[in-house]
Nanobody
Framework: QVQLVESGGGLVQAGGSLRLSCAAS????????MGWYRQAPGKQRELVAG???????NYADSVKGRFTISRDNAKNTVYLQMNSLKPEDTAVYYC?????????????WGQGTQVTVSS
């Protein structure tokens, strides 16, 4: 069964931190690079961080130096540590494989987790 379950979001003041978690089914996680994406109101979904199965990471310029992606291959889980949060980081955060996993030709997404950063 295909599954992506994100958690850890919440409301935080600017400058604060949050740690997001994503439990993925083995079919998605085991051989794939994984990524964290976000979608702010009125904006397109964007990739903010990625990690290969071997642990190589990359980040969008907007989060570089503040966010850290990691993965636990034994638990099929990917994490996003977010520090020095800014109001512009407010969005629904999703994890997925890179590229996004497809079911019947359509990108499959979990429910996401809301991150709200107050100024």
């Amino acid at each position: 069964q295909v599954q992506l379950v994100e958690s850890g979001g919440g409301l935080v003041q600017a400058g604060g931190s949050l740690r997001l978690s994503c439990a993925a089914s083995a079919s998605i996680f085991s051989i794939n690079a994984m990524g964290w994406y976000r979608q702010a109101p009125g904006k397109q979904r964007e990739l903010v961080a990625g990690i290969t199965s071997g642990g190589t990471t990359n980040y969008a310029d907007s989060v570089k130096g503040r966010f850290t992606i990691s993965r636990d291959n034994a638990k099929n889980t990917v994490y996003l540590q977010m520090n020095s949060l800014k109001p512009e980081d407010t969005a629904v955060y999703y994890c997925n494989s890179l590229p996004a996993w497809k079911v019947a030709g359509t990108n499959y997404w979990g429910q996401g987790t809301q991150v709200t950063v107050s100024s």
